[in-house]
């Protein structure tokens, strides 16, 4: 690990389900494009409501990768 | 959305299964007597611990309901 | 002052032009059935987006007021 | 416990005392009309001075209680 | 909304003029490359001092767009 | 619980399937040792994450328990 | 700027109008006494409020200046 | 009120008896050079321990003050 | 105090007294088994509430005590 | 400076060496695709441990470069 | 790492030459007791100051390390 | 210690070498004028970048000196 770099974003997921399947649907999103996710530290979590039930649970992450060196 | 007034209030529910029933059962009962909840943000959650074993989940959620106008 | 208790609210205003136009337009609402509003801090303030321009701007407010007593 | 909700409300009280003091009338002021008051949490503490001197003690509370359901 | 991921970005912005047009110059920058914009959220306001007098307010946001999926 | 003394200790607990069975692991973990264990606050949840997928959920607690006294 | 020292203090101003002008009335107050004001951070922005209506903005700042040194 | 400015100030009192005594001996010294002195906060309590009993009580504050204008 | 280490714990303590008490409770309490304890810096303050009555001051604490070197 | 926009990345730097060489390290590696980068504020530190020794210093970075426009 | 439980303690070390020094302290010191230190985190830095010069840095960590099981 | 009152002022020191050399800097400065500085915290650490490298560390202290008494 000595010297790597590494560059955090932050997403937001959703899901009908739970906070953890709304944490997996960010980071799949975010696997199409960024190889090397490694971790993901919740934000905040929240929800939509609809007619007294809960509609979407929203996890906000920051996930961090590896930036290849150019040297 | 333009000029309207929304009010926030906090509530804890708690859950014997998930923080996400915890939720749940919050937002039922405020759905009681306000309508038109629309976002609950998650402030914290904690455990109640019974003999070595999670009892209760509890999770504390802002929830922002729209003011009807007297205009 | 001595003795007195407040009790704290928490709204958010929205307005098409300023976010001191958003606090406005909260405190306009509450004042409507809530007397002696006293002061209120500006917890956050968003705003939302269309076609690249604000639509609208959002103060989130707490506001204290004196609870009258029943002594 | 199980399944129960709670609310949380925001208070300020005074006193020329002590902080303990501010608090128990807070407390005493919102027992009037809330039952079963649980919990209190002290958010903040501050004091107005006058001619050099603490005229009143101030202490800000979010004290929690159970709502009753309707089911 | 169900399973839509969100990205947010964090810009700041800065006018002559106000906090709210210093917001609107960071919107417009980032709509020529991005769209579907949809919240800011204020993270902090600053303002830098020429000779007495405020030269330029800066308004720094958490910008928040839908990620388009490749499914 | 007058004039009963607690002690906090964190702890974090790691699970493949959810940030709730992850704080229950931390919580047997620390029974082993530790009895009247009582309460535990969520500090914060990440998760590491491997090719694409969630690999382990983690939930960082603030649990307390009564210390015995030496009167 | 290698080497030099600034000193950081916290202001409060005052406005009828908005928390620019009151943000303006703190700094043009310190620049009577203090020269080579540079930047101010705002810490907080409240309100007061009288009739329902919002009677000063309230902007607290933190400004810097650079110390001259006695070398 | 309008268009005054305000300085705050932050000072530690300490105390053998009480948080409030160490708040007023901090006041009481701030008297001696500055007046009209209005509101303090409480930033954080502490206290030193000596053979186990607590020896001083220490409160930091950030007390406010009118700054008066050379207009 | 060149290289010397300190360690932190948390504590609770209660009193129907007051917050000082409380905090003394837990110092005295720590000091049962822990020597040259030095400084406690208060986290949070709360009570608990019977009958529209404070029941229980309660002061958590971070207690800072010197570690031994095994050199 | 006046309307300029910045937008603000997230990095984390490692060294075996310092803080400042990992804070260093993340700058360097961000200035092979990013120019004119200004300002680095520090987010958090910590650091690897290996046999009782750190094997790692981690700087966490937001850095802030001007964005050009398009107009 | 997949269901491992972690401990995490709090620690102040203390360097006549630097914070990196003085986290080393604290974790060669923690080492002589505790095994499998794998993280140390910066919750603060001070410094105490003797005749105008620094005389100590102080860096406060949270490290961890994993609770070895007795199933 | 009983009874004395400390005042704390913010400084910001810079210097091309390191984050320690930082605040040294702005203590010696304030030195000059102030006696019995006793303790500096950081508040945060920044840095600006010129050409891709650390141009100067920046370190915000408060620093804490002991108030003489008129009594």
New interface residues.
Partial sequence: ????????????????E???KA??????????TLHE??????C??????K???????RT?L???FK?E??H
């Fill in positions: 690990m000595p010297d790597s770099v590494y560059k955090i974003i932050e997403l937001v997921g959703s899901s009908t739970s906070w953890e944490a997996q649907n960010a980071i799949s999103r975010a696997s199409e996710l490694r971790i993901g530290e919740v905040s979590m929240d929800l939509t409501i007619d007294g039930k809960i509609e979407t649970y906000k920051k996930v961090s930036l060196g150019h």
